[in-house]
């Protein structure tokens, strides 16, 4: 059987060190747990010290936080005052006369849209008298459109010192900026040298004008009213609608009048054309 050498040095070397190691342990033990509890009392009080700075800091950011809700839900943008400034204002009447004849009347007016981006596209009217008044029209006015509320035909008992003219159930409609650019159809739609040639036929007068369709759209029909003054004074009114007229038609148009009021100084025609009703375009 081998003989088995073990390092006795080595041995000793490692038993000295357990050895200093120990009687170092057992010599500085105290002192050691001593140091411990410093370390864990302190870092203790660092832990306490850091949770009661972050609950004060915490209740410091909450009035803030709350001071700051408060002041979010102050109504500091004048809503009401912004809604007044852009709404839109009230149709104005411009004239208002009533045209008697020998059993019967009609009453004219002449309204304005003084908004440039509102349409009204639909009010209804009516005229009142002392003793009467007439059924309810439906009409509509574009942005910055003039335009002439008519009533035909209404029989009066007695004299009118006075009327009003009554509009209700405006319906307005803001417009976009190419909704707004439609307004220059309107332009393109002309009636021109209007001529009332007197009694051609006894008791009736003949009304010749020229109508013509410079835009690119085809049109189902185009209502005109047709509005004659004497100077200042409207002495006469009439409607009239015009069939299919196409792009850049241009059409002579002749209407009997009866009983025309003489001498005219102004003949108006101005077409009633609702361009935002898609409804009054004829495909091509």
């Not at 342990?25 to 660092?46: E, G, M, P, Q, W």
């Not at 209740?59 to 709404?87: C, N, P, S, V, W």
């Not at 008044?133 to 002439?148: A, N, R």
């Amino acid at each position: 059987m081998p003989k088995q050498e073990f390092s006795n040095e080595t041995n000793e070397d490692f038993t000295r060190g357990e050895l200093k190691f120990a009687y170092w342990y057992f010599t500085h033990k105290k002192l050691l747990k001593t140091i411990l509890i410093v370390f864990l009392v302190i870092l203790n009080l660092a832990i306490w010290g850091n949770n009661i700075y972050h609950f004060f800091l915490y209740k410091e950011e909450g009035k803030i936080h709350d001071l700051m809700l408060k002041e979010l839900t102050k109504e500091k943008i004048d809503f009401l005052g912004y809604r007044q400034r852009t709404a839109p204002q009230e149709l104005n009447i411009i004239l208002q006369t009533v045209i008697k004849r020998e059993k019967n009347c009609d009453f004219v007016a002449q309204i304005q849209n003084p908004n440039l981006n509102w349409t009204a596209f639909s009010f209804k009217y009516r005229f009142t008298w002392a003793g009467g008044e007439t059924d309810f029209s439906d009409s509509f006015i574009l942005p910055g459109e003039k335009k002439y509320l008519i009533a035909f035909g209404q029989k009066i008992q007695g004299t009118i010192d006075s009327f009003d003219l009554e509009i209700k159930d405006v319906k307005w409609k803001r417009l976009k900026r190419d909704e707004i650019s439609l307004l220059g159809i309107l332009s393109q739609i002309k009636a021109e040298n209007a001529f009332l040639e007197e009694e051609p036929v006894p008791g009736l007068s003949k009304l010749s004008f020229t109508i013509s369709n410079e835009s690119i759209y085809n049109f189902w029909e185009v209502p005109l009213n047709i509005i004659l003054y004497q100077g200042k004074t409207v002495v006469g009114a009439d409607k009239l609608q015009i069939k299919r007229i196409r792009s850049q038609e241009k059409r002579s148009v002749e209407k009997l009048w009866p009983n025309a009021p003489y001498p005219v100084t102004a003949i108006y025609i101005e077409p009633e054309l609702n361009i935002y009703n898609p409804k009054i375009f004829m495909p091509y």
